[in-house]
């Protein structure tokens, strides 16, 4: 650190080529960001969550083989590594002829990832319900579905929501984990534009600031959520 | 009007009800006391279906599950929905307001429209004596004001017969007046009803028979006062000295 340090302000030079590359490596990043790591992230999030709220109602459900597809899913997904399971998708798969885009194989593979995880949250969750919610819901008449819908899922949203920003908040961050495969998102072009200039340290830098700044604004819009949805509860 | 004939209830090794035989006229006013874990609870859940009887018959109004055979699950939801039942921990909905509670069940069972749904949930309450509580979430309400959004939830289902589980029984002294308030006027009104509790005044004032359950079985029915005055079995008069 001392000798970078050193080494940079015996350089005027270099500084302000240093700030020229920041500068003009800003747009790509933000570029990538735009196209390629925030809509991975929504779309891959909403897909997750539908996947997970299945596999969460499948693992509490009476049948068997759903409870057992269901759990399989579960502890292949957790017990494997997320850049394993891309790998698989990617570069896997096109020896049997299946053979996906960069994009959409990261949004498969981010999906079967996050509706893994999620759906142990989303299980808790709705196991945290007390039981006299459900049998309030069948008195007056509703079916399971009506229950489930109307008075177990809105208030076990509310018990996931911390650990589901959380989840959400990670997602955020692997996403650069699609550099490997080709995505072109942000970490990626970091890589690119540090592979012309050999400014390694600065464009990572450059690129983790940027991550840590989208994570900053989500945990305070997270904080704003969480409020908002307490306040049916003292 | 209610007729149970050999009902019994069997929690894998625990046999519960041992053959419950009770009939209820239309506009009666049941009580049921016993000692706790003498099935009152489970008796009322298998009127209401949250529990499934082992085997016996069930009849409301024109409707009967014979449980001895097995019962299609589909029979189920329109048999519930002749009792109204009111928990002993009120169970409400606690992401809903009180008049939400009320209109949950006519919006989402029956699909009757809002805005009539929305009078009747509002005359439900205040009925209650909580028309100026509408918005309130339960949170926000004492125990004796979220048992009568119980009460009221109930009630917009329409139901023929309401079933009170120990309905004071978690509320402080001074809140088991207003509860039990609003009972007797529905039972005034000529309401069927089934109650659970040791409200000996309720029963007193309100009910047309006391019926003493224990250990699984019907002991002892009888009018209020010859109950309390002059119980017959001596299982009857131990457990009335003990909560006199
Ligand atoms: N779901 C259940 N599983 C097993 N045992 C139960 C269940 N519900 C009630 N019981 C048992 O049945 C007996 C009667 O319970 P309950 O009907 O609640 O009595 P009461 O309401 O008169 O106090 C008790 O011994 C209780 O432990
Ligand atoms: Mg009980």
């Known amino acids: ?234 | 009007m209610i007729s149970i004939k050999g009902l019994y209830k069997r929690f894998d090794q625990l046999e519960v009800l041992k053959g419950i035989d009770l009939e209820v006229e239309k506009g009666k006013v049941v009580v049921v006391i016993g000692p706790s874990g003498s099935g009152k609870t489970t008796l009322l859940r298998c009127l209401n279906i949250l529990e499934t009887p082992t085997s016996g018959s069930i009849e409301i109004e024109d409707q009967t599950l014979d449980f001895s055979s097995s019962v299609s699950k589909k029979a189920i939801p329109p048999f519930r929905r002749l009792t109204g039942m009111v928990f002993q921990s009120y169970n409400l909905f606690p992401h809903m307001t009180a008049l939400e509670n009320v209109m949950e069940g006519p919006i989402t069972v029956k699909k009757e429209s809002k805005e009539a749904v929305r009078k009747k949930a509002e005359q439900l309450l205040s009925k209650v004596g909580l028309g100026d509580k509408l918005d309130y979430y339960p949170f926000q309400l004492s125990g004796g004001q979220q048992q009568r959004v119980g009460i009221a939830r109930a009630l917009a289902m329409e139901p023929k017969v309401m079933l009170f589980d120990e309905p004071t029984s978690a509320l402080d002294p001074e809140l088991v007046g207003e509860v039990l308030k609003v009972m007797k006027d529905l039972a005034n009104e000529g309401m069927t009803m089934i109650v659970v509790t040791h409200e000996m005044r309720f029963a007193r004032e309100a009910a047309d028979e006391v019926i003493f359950m224990d250990g699984g079985f019907i002991v002892e029915r009888g009018k209020p006062e010859d109950m309390f005055t002059s119980p017959k079995e001596e299982r009857t008069k131990q457990f009335l000295r003990l909560i006199q």
């Open chain 1, 1 to 234: 650190m001392k000798m970078f340090l050193n080494s940079i302000i015996a350089d005027p030079e270099r500084v302000s080529r240093l700030i020229d590359i920041a500068q003009s490596s800003l747009q790509p990043l933000l570029k990538g960001a735009i196209l390629y790591t925030i809509p991975l992230t929504l779309i891959t999030f909403v897909c997750g969550l539908i996947l997970a709220v299945l596999t969460a109602l499948a693992r509490i459900s009476s049948v068997k083989p759903l409870q057992i597809i269901a759990r399989i899913y579960v502890s292949a997904i957790r017990g494997t590594p997320l850049l394993v399971q891309l790998f698989i998708i990617f570069y896997g798969l096109p020896t049997i002829g299946v053979v996906i885009d960069p994009f959409p194989s990261a949004v498969i593979g981010f999906s079967l990832n996050v509706g893994a995880y999620a759906s142990e949250i989303i299980r808790a969750a709705i196991l945290s319900i007390p039981k006299g919610q459900w049998e309030a819901g069948y008195s007056i008449g509703m079916s399971y579905p009506q229950t489930l819908k109307r008075i177990i899922l809105p208030q076990a949203s509310r018990v996931s929501l911390p650990p589901l920003s959380n989840t959400f908040i990670s997602l955020v961050k692997d996403t650069s984990l699609a550099a490997m495969i080709l995505v072109t998102e942000m970490f990626r072009r970091a890589q690119e534009i540090a592979a012309t200039n050999y400014e390694f340290l600065l464009l990572y830098l450059e690129v983790a600031l940027i991550y840590w700044v989208i994570c900053f604004i989500l945990s305070i819009v997270q904080g704003r959520l969480e409020k908002r949805m307490d306040r049916f509860v003292s």
